[in-house]
């Protein structure tokens, strides 16, 4: 497999509209989204979260310019990305992405693939009592029947709104940075986060240093505002989803 981007990302889970007012979000242009995630139906009537256990994230984002649906492995390993889904591709309306995703000392690998529609048409499929399965294109089944076949994928239920709101590409101490903000079930999170891109002249060794090197300056710049980085041992996907199972059950 060629060499990967490297997303970084530091989250903050305290004084959320503090943070982006430091970090310079009232200055970038704002896009609004409400997200939810699709887990298995059975599970979630026993308070689990079998899919995000087994490492498969089905995702759908509503608002902006069109709407999404994600989905993705992560962590996964390259040895499962098999046939067309070991390298990345392009095929209108899908976007299939292979990447490193960096938080803290977790460093993991991550598959996305992510299919467009037009604004409004999944809204159907996150609606009390629709049927999130039925957006879930054939494209998707391939590829998990390819890259995760052990993983049941049968009845599932949607579990939201999370409302998203994303500034891209804001000025941080020298680099590039983007702000999504999540507010749910009581729970508010700020993810920072760059993207680190191969270069032509780059090998394992050196890409890895220098996704290193912006990690430690992106942590710096939060902090430098006065920002605290969240110590939370888990992601905020799965923060949110446990909130929603357990929301559903009281």
Known sequence: MDLLPVEIKVNVDSDVAGALSALGGSHGVRTTRRIWFAEDRDGVAERRVPLLDAGVIVRFRLGGDADDLTVKL?????????????APFDADPFTYKIEEDWSADRQVLAASLVHDHPPGALSEAVSPG??????VDALHH????????????????ALGPILATKVEDLPLDGLKVNLEAWSVAGLDFLEVSIRVKPKDDDDAE?????AEHKQRSLEDAV????V?????????????????????HN
């Open 74 to 86: 992560r962590p996964c390993t390259s040895r499962q990305l098999v046939g067309r889904f070991s």
């Open 130 to 135: 629709g049927d999130p399965a039925a957006s």
């Open 142 to 157: 391939q590829f998990l029947h390819a890259c995760a076949p052990t993983v049941p994928f049968d009845g599932l239920v």
């Open 206 to 210: 050196g890409l890895a240093k220098r």
């Open 223 to 226: 902090r430098g505002r006065g």
């Open 228 to 248: 605290a980085l969240s110590e939370h041992p888990e992601n905020k996907t799965r923060r949110v989803l446990t909130a929603l199972v357990r929301g559903l």
